[in-house]
């Protein structure tokens, strides 16, 4: 497996992921459920998070969800965010989900 490492701060929790996958969906291999009306489909623009390390370039979803200032400070869409290389990401407290399945 040609894998990545995902690392959430605040608590510091490291997953391994194959490369290619979502932000989204390798922080719930976490535990963390990032807030989003649409499951992580790209189609509500709640699941924006802060990265810490270089961030890839913004997709045309996230042009069209983020203000450019939220943009220019490493704010993405995690459902968008594919993990390409070893990445840091700030999720805070707000943006989880208390319920999993809600």
């Given at each position: ?65 983020l203000a450019q200032d939220r943009l220019d400070t490493g ?7 594919l993990l390409e290389t070893d990445t ?15």
């Amino acid at each position: 497996m040609d894998a990545v490492r995902l690392t959430v701060e605040p608590e510091g929790e490291v997953v391994e992921v194959p490369r290619g996958t979502s932000l989204f969906h390798a922080a719930r291999e976490l535990g963390i459920h990032i807030t989003s009306d649409c499951g992580g489909h790209g189609e509500c623009g709640k699941c924006f998070v802060r990265l810490r390390s270089e961030p890839n370039q913004p997709t045309a979803v996230d042009y069209r969800m983020l203000a450019q200032d939220r943009l220019d400070t490493g704010t993405r869409l995690s459902c968008r965010y594919l993990l390409e290389t070893d990445t840091v990401v700030y999720i805070p407290p707000g943006k989880r989900r208390q319920n999993r399945f809600a």
